[in-house]
Structures are given as C-alpha cells and as structure tokens.
C-alpha cells in the first residue's frame, strides 16, 4: 500500500493548449468533485477583455465559482508574481471552506510561478520583442538601456551598454511579467514549492485543434469581439499595453486603425493562436506528473470519469 510521506498540499491541474477543451473538463470535475476553479489564464485576469479571452459566463460562474478572473484592469501591471501570490491565497482560503481548488488554464508560466519553476522558463513574446526592436530603431539602443538601468539596475551592471541581444532580453522578460529578470533569478533559488501538484492533459491531433481553433476565432468575431476592441481603444486603453498585445486584440487594434481590412485581423488572429498552441505543447511536454487524454480517441464521460478517479486519489479522498 502508498503511504503519502509528501507533506506538500496536493492540487489537481487540467492543462493543454487552447482550444482543446479545458473548461468544459474543469467545470465538469468542479462539479463532481466539489472543486472550484483557479484560472489560470494571464489574459482572463484584466476586466474588460471577455470575448477576447473566452471567459466562462456569469451563470457558470454562479454554478462553479471561478477565482483569478477580472482582477485587474487593462492598464494594470500584473505579473506572474502577482498570479503566484493570489492563487496560493485562493488555495488556502477554498481548503478552509472545505472545497478542493482545482486549476485549469493554459498559460504554463503560472504554473511556473506557483511551482517555484521559474529560471529556465523565462517566458517569450514576439510582439512585446517587435515593439522593443521598433523602439531601438526609433530611440535607439542607448534610451533601452537607460529603461534597463531604471527596471533591472542589477542586469545593467553585467550587460554591456552596446550588447543589445542581452539588454533586449531583459526589457523583454521584464515587461512579459512585471518583474525583472535578476528579480526571477534570485527569487528561483530561494523557493521551493509547497504544492504537489498532479497535472490532467488534454491533447488532440493538431488538425482537430486546428478546426476548433478556426471555429473559435470565428464565433468570437461574430459574437462582439471587434465592438469589445473598439470600446477599449475608446475608454483610453492604449494598443502599447501588454493587455492588449496579445493575439487578437493586436491584430483588431489594427483593423480598427485602418493597418488591415477584418478579415486580414480574422486570418492573423487564427495563426497567431495556432503558434500559441504550439509553444503551450512545447512547455507543458516537460510538466509531471501528468496523466495524459487524447480527445480524439476518448469519450468526454470516459475522460471525466478516469480523471476523477486520480484526482480523488491525489487529494486524498479516493481509496
């Protein structure tokens, strides 16, 4: 017989890329399980970007209580740090009533950052490095080193003010998350994590998620998503926030600035989802210990019902 010597607090995560499926698993295990649901999603935190963000709805919200969504404004710098610090409360306060939190989400540096995982996982962002790289042609080099000098003082005494590949590199990490990069380094080698967490992945052929990634993008198109741009643009959320860079809201901000006709923004938000897709595979592939579910060979119900029965084993309630 397993005898738990782990005196770390077990969780239960459901991952994948987007568009596989998470949240209808989440919500369903919610329900079974008695679990409410951490998301795990760096977009799903900002108010105001709900069709962007495929965001569960209120009534679903009212049937399975959701935390880490709309707790921030657009305009509000919120780092992983602050997602560790915030989920690691909800933890705690879901176990005091009683209830099981239950993770779910896709974005694998939060993950990251509540696990304690953090130094070799630095995330990237091509848009956020566009705009540093259109900067250093318009400034020049020197005005991104006096932002580096402001934002990591530490970094800047390693890096050599004309090493441009480095000093990018920290603004990059440094405006991704909301803290610098010496900041992460220092912080992985004093943390450890006090969770054990066993991962549920959902996985489909790529052509199947394609599809749903297609049908995705175009129902968020038809349900409002331009208007939700538009309304930001309008109440003075600048195109320049990293809220707004991410696929979607970027390609809309320039359809809506006259840079690409809709379909052009439709088009480039389904190929930037599909790279994102990708590089989630990338991270997630490294994540254990995780139970893996194919949902182009399984049934959802047959799904549901084997990823119960390890969740109720991990936390301590299956036999």
Known sequence: MDIKTDKRTPLIAIIGPTAVGKTLLSIEIAKRLGAEVISVDSRQVYRYLDVGTDKVSYETRRQVPHHLIDVADPDQIYSAADFAAQASDAVTRI???????????GTP????????????DLPKDT???EQIEKEMQTDGLGAL????KRVDPKASFRIHPNDTVRTMRAIEIYRITGKSATWWYERQERISSSYDILYIGLIRSRENLYKNIEE???KQFESGYPEEVEWLLSNGYSPKLPAMQG????????????????EEALLGDIRSTKAFSRRQMTWFRRFEPAIWYDLDCSKIE???ESALLSC???VGRGK
């Open 109 to 120: 540096f939060y993950y990251r950052a509540l696990c304690g995982v953090l130094s070799q």
């Open 216 to 218: 995705r993008v175009k």
């Open 127 to 129: 848009a956020v490095r």
């Open 247 to 262: 696929f979607g809201y970027r390609e809309l901000v320039w359809y809506l600035t006259g840079k690409c006709t809709l």
């Open 312 to 314: 109720s084993k991990h």
């Open 302 to 304: 047959d799904v549901i």
């Open 95 to 105: 176990m005091k009533r009683g209830r099981t939190p239950l993770l779910a989400g």
């Open 145 to 148: 080193y006096e932002e580096l």
